[in-house]
């Protein structure tokens, strides 16, 4: 779904909680501006990084994350996967200078509701939080069809068996890189070192044919591997 026009907000209506997370002070001042001069709005924190973030949000417990990808620290996906999983009612969107398709996709996999690029207008982007924290999800123009081909192929259930041919616990690594894990925490949970994760999917990698982690990734998505039950 694309920016739409969003009804007018209620005078009963409590304004939407935000949390905004930007490394740039000038963009996060902007898009406070933008939101709380719309007045559905309230922004209720706001962080510079994306450890900050996290502790940010599990302190307000806001309606709504605004969140850019690439910034110092901890990744941006990996934020977005710790907060669905400690608050999964808290709806995330990204904003992101990137329109590359790993990241996307990678994004939506780890939970964000929303992926708008930060070429959009100040009135796309008030209607956007608004559509997201609504339950909408809501994409720039030029990445719906890019998201809506993604889950078609998933639900298609494209690809072949070719992962018949990976040991059990190279099943496990490609399970966990699919759920957007990153090679550490892998390392963490299989009680492994980074070094024998990065061995297993080399491994893997060239069991399947694929070139790096990103294709790696979207293959076990097709194949529906990041819906498995982690416990």
Known sequence: MTVSDTPAATKTTPPLR?????DHPMWRD????????????????????????VEIVVREHPD?????????????????????ERLPGTRMLVLSASAAEPDVLEAVKAGASGYLLKSATGSDLVEAVHQVAAGEPV??????????GEFRRVAAGGGGDREQDLTER???VLRLVAKGYTYAEIAHQL???????????QHILGKLQLRGRYELMRYAIHRGLDRDDDR
């Open 18 to 22: 935000v949390v905004v997370v930007d």
């Open 30 to 53: 902007g898009v406070r501006t933008d939101l709380e001069a719309d007045g559905r709005a309230r922004v209720v924190g706001e962080a510079a990084n994306a450890d900050d973030a």
């Open 170 to 172: 190279e099943t496990e």
């Open 64 to 84: 709504l994350v605004l969140l850019d990808l690439n910034m110092p620290g901890l990744p941006g996906m990996v934020a977005i996967r710790r907060i669905a």
């Open 191 to 201: 009680v492994i070192s980074v070094r024998t994760v990065q061995n297993h999917v």
């Open 139 to 148: 994409f720039s123009p030029s990445l719906a069809a890019l998201v809506l």
